[in-house]
């Protein structure tokens, strides 16, 4: 199984300001399967990028994605008040795994 | 417009065997490709994948869970059903079901129902 170590546990950051999140896969993730996901209490997960670097429909261009192999990250250009939840990736190259999650609070 | 919704008991007891069903709309388990997944979330902790089933009927489980779990689909209905087994109070969690094709990420998510273990 594929574990995902997310990096920080919590960001602490203030509106306008760039945010930079990590996800360590214990084994190379196949063909950059890797998604990130956005969720606020309350609601289900909502998908940001797949494919390692792609958006998903909707998702603002602040949002990018970068990695391969065993290594990805999530930037956020600029943030936005409404920018502040928790931030998981998923690999599905290999069965399905979550990592712990990063909690993006404000400053 | 693609939605699911996830139903059953919001209270079970140990040991009990918990049956949850999702309900979808907006495309079709016949189509190459489709699935859908069974996911949790214990209160103020992470996402944990649980299981999928995808258009040709194959079922996949998690490693940690796989003794305890049944998932099963009924097209004409557009539902899927998760069996877990032998509830235990560290069960407690959201249970959520979200589609995804055949190698892509999970686009749409139902938004869950609380499921609690307790006597």
């Known amino acids: 199984e594929i574990v995902l170590t997310q990096s920080p546990g919590t960001l602490s950051l203030s509106p306008g300001e760039r945010a930079t999140l990590s996800c360590r896969a214990s084994?190379?993730?196949?063909?950059?399967?890797l998604a990130w996901y956005q969720q606020k209490p309350g609601q289900p997960p909502r998908l940001l990028i797949y494919?390692?670097?792609s958006r998903a429909t909707g998702i603002p261009d602040r949002f990018s994605g970068s990695g391969s192999g065993t290594d990805f990250t999530l930037t956020i250009s600029r943030l936005e008040p409404e920018d502040f939840a928790v931030y998981y990736c998923?690999?599905?190259?290999?069965?399905?795994?979550f990592g712990q999650g990063t909690r993006l609070e404000i400053k | 417009q693609v939605t699911l919704r996830e139903s059953g008991p919001a209270l079970v007891k140990p040991t009990q065997t918990l049956t949850l069903t999702c309900t979808f709309s907006?495309?079709?388990?016949?189509?190459?490709?489709?699935?859908v997944n069974w996911i949790r979330q214990p209160p103020g902790k992470a996402l944990e994948w649980l299981a999928l089933?995808?258009?040709?009927?194959?079922?996949y489980y998690s490693t940690s869970l796989k003794t305890r779990l049944t998932i099963s689909k009924d097209t004409s209905k557009s539902q899927v059903v998760l069996t877990m087994t032998n509830m235990d109070p560290v069960d407690t969690a959201t249970y959520y079901c979200?589609?995804?094709?055949?190698?892509?990420?999970?686009?749409?998510w139902g938004q869950g129902t609380m499921v609690t273990v307790s006597s």
């Open positions: 979200a589609r995804h094709t055949v190698r892509d990420a999970f686009d749409i």
């Open positions: 907006g495309f079709s388990l016949r189509t190459s490709g489709m699935c």
């Open positions: 089933i995808d258009w040709d009927d194959d079922k």
């Open positions: 084994h190379s993730v196949s063909s950059s399967y």
């Open positions: 494919g390692a670097s």
């Open positions: 998923q690999q599905y190259g290999s069965s399905i795994t």
